[in-house]
């Protein structure tokens, strides 16, 4: 064989091009026809890369021309597979007609994240008006429907769940040279949340965290001071968090909520602007539930709540464990509790734990909540949220004191650590004093502040049990699920100027839900399994040969 040698020179060395690359060729063709191109193109590239100067310009050769030649080997696969594809005798589908008559050379282009490549496959066809083509071959690849491949496919649902629908067109563009439009990003979105909804019901039950998984401590060392009738809670088993709140998502005039009024229909004050308490009506609740496991953190006094040591920078210690999330912007909110107590149920199917909620106060919520756990028979312990009742009591010190009031911040301390220490009716009738000897003008802003704070202290007194609360190491604040309506709805639904249709709202929350709850390469695998029984063995009648 004679073999190519052009020498030259550069910086007074010799350069020498092509040496070899016929034998490379000739070597690499006889293990795979048609690989001979392919890797004397590699080769050929990187004597281009080791030419290179600047670091930035071999990454960049290696990275655009590399792409090709990876998209040439995926192409040689499928070449090779297609050559070798043995007829069968006849293909019945899932209507029961037999396809008898098998051509060849069917093609189908997919673009995969090196680049679109063509897949050619034996068609069986009937010969029946009406009666469609199977593609055996298909369901053995298990090609996608939207013609993008399942890795492209999860890119751009991993680049899009995290920004803009144009960001994820830029991203996907930068990362793979493959340019997608963005109605068809928001259409592989939407097709990617398809099996999202069942994901939790259907799923192996041993994907569900168990008791005792690593990060949970045993609970020992605990004051535990169970209330009257309460269970008791199983020797090393951490308390079961619940909680559940709604954040707004701004719809199309489409997929707004029929009951509630469109902003031209609504009385305004304002032609230019809305008025106080006024509403722009563009926005349906997203209803977001979390359930994890509080990991013990040793009880806590009042006094360490209201006034930390080292401040509120100082090392706090972990109390959510194994976070699970979920988020409804289609159904009611009745429907977002019961997926909450399916997934709490799932955890502790013989309800050996104790049960808290963490609630905010909202009437509706906490009838939801109770009617949920008295139809499963569950003891449940309902917290509301600190942070809600400090918030009150400010509203009542902005009352009884002038304003930038040192004195203030002082008293809104005092009245919170009796409340922690289990004197709610005392500050309730504290204030009701200080209402009476000075009395805010009527229907002042003052006088609505103070009946509010006073109404709130009396209705939610029996779910602050702050001092059983802070005895056995809970939580008393509904950080998880706020933190959750920020990260899950807020930070990609509240792009600004983003408008959302509702098959598109509620495929991004999912997603983001399921990947919040560490779930993304579990649901992804079952999706795909999902989607190869939906758009290819569902159509066959024998699917057994072609699931092996």
Not at 37 to 54: D, E, H, I, K, Y
Not at 365 to 378: K, P, S, V
Not at 430 to 435: E, F, G, P
Request: proline share 7%.
């Amino acid at each position: 064989m004679v073999l190519k040698c052009e020498i030259g020179t550069r910086e007074r060395k010799p350069q020498v091009e092509q040496y070899g690359l016929d034998e490379l060729a000739a070597s690499a063709e006889a293990v795979l026809p048609g690989l001979g191109p392919l890797a004397a193109g590699f080769a050929r590239l990187a004597v281009q890369a080791s030419r290179a100067v600047t670091l930035q310009e071999m990454e960049g050769r290696v990275a655009g021309d590399g792409r090709t030649l990876l998209g040439g080997l995926v192409q040689l696969g499928l070449d090779t597979q297609a050559a070798g594809e043995v007829r069968l005798p006849q293909v019945t589908g899932q209507d029961g007609v037999p396809r008898t008559r098998a051509e060849r050379g069917h093609a189908r282009t997919v673009v995969t994240t090196l680049g679109a490549v063509v897949v050619r496959r034996i068609g069986y066809r009937a010969g029946i008006r009406g009666v469609p083509s199977l593609f055996p071959r298909d369901a053995v690849l298990n090609l996608p429907p939207c013609g993008y491949s399942w890795d492209l496919q999860r890119l751009a649902v991993m680049f899009c769940r995290s920004g803009s629908y144009e960001q994820g067109h830029e991203f996907v563009r930068a990362a793979t040279e493959v340019s997608i439009g963005k109605r068809q990003l928001e259409q592989i979105t939407i097709a990617a949340a398809a099996d999202a909804e069942r994901f939790y019901q259907d799923r192996d039950d041993a994907a569900v965290p168990a008791t005792g998984d690593p990060g949970l401590e045993p609970a020992q060392d605990r004051a535990v001071v169970p209330a009257a009738g309460d269970p008791e809670p199983g020797p090393g088993l951490p308390p079961l968090a619940i909680s559940g709140d709604g954040k707004g998502v701004a719809m199309l005039p489409e997929a707004r909520r029929r009951r509630a009024r469109a902003p031209e229909q609504k009385v305004r004050v304002f032609d230019k602007r809305a008025g106080t308490g006024e509403k722009k009506g563009c926005k349906r609740m997203a209803e977001t539930g979390a359930v994890f496991d509080v990991a013990p953190g040793g009880p806590r006094t009042p006094e360490q709540v209201m006034r930390p040591e080292g401040g509120t920078a100082g090392d706090k210690p972990r109390r959510a464990v194994n976070r699970w999330y979920t988020c409804d912007i289609t159904a009611s909110r009745d429907v977002t509790v019961g997926k909450i107590f399916d997934q709490a149920d799932r955890r502790d199917p013989g309800h050996a734990r104790t049960w808290i909620a963490l609630v905010d106060g909202d009437n509706h919520q906490l009838g939801l909540f109770r009617a949920a756990a008295a139809a499963r028979g569950i003891t449940l312990a309902i917290v509301v949220d600190f942070i809600h009742v400090l918030e009150y009591l400010w509203k009542a010190a902005w009352c009884f004191h002038p304003p930038r009031d040192p004195a203030m911040e002082d008293w809104v301390t005092a009245q919170a650590l009796d409340i922690l220490h289990g004197r709610v009716p005392a500050v309730t009738a504290r204030i009701a004093r200080l209402a009476a000897d000075h009395p805010p003008e009527p229907g002042s802003e003052h006088a609505k502040n103070i009946a509010k704070t006073l109404s709130y202290l009396q209705n939610k007194q029996p779910f602050m049990d702050y001092p059983r609360a802070l005895a056995q190491g809970w939580p008393i604040a509904t950080g998880v699920i706020e933190g959750a309506c920020r990260h899950l709805v807020q930070d990609r639904m509240g792009i600004t100027g983003a408008r959302w249709s509702l098959p598109g709202a509620q495929a991004m929350l999912w997603l983001r839900a399921i990947n919040a709850s560490g779930d993304t390469d579990s649901y992804w695998d079952w999706h795909i399994q999902q989607e190869h029984q939906r758009n290819h063995l569902s159509r066959y009648q024998d699917t057994l040969e072609l699931a092996a």
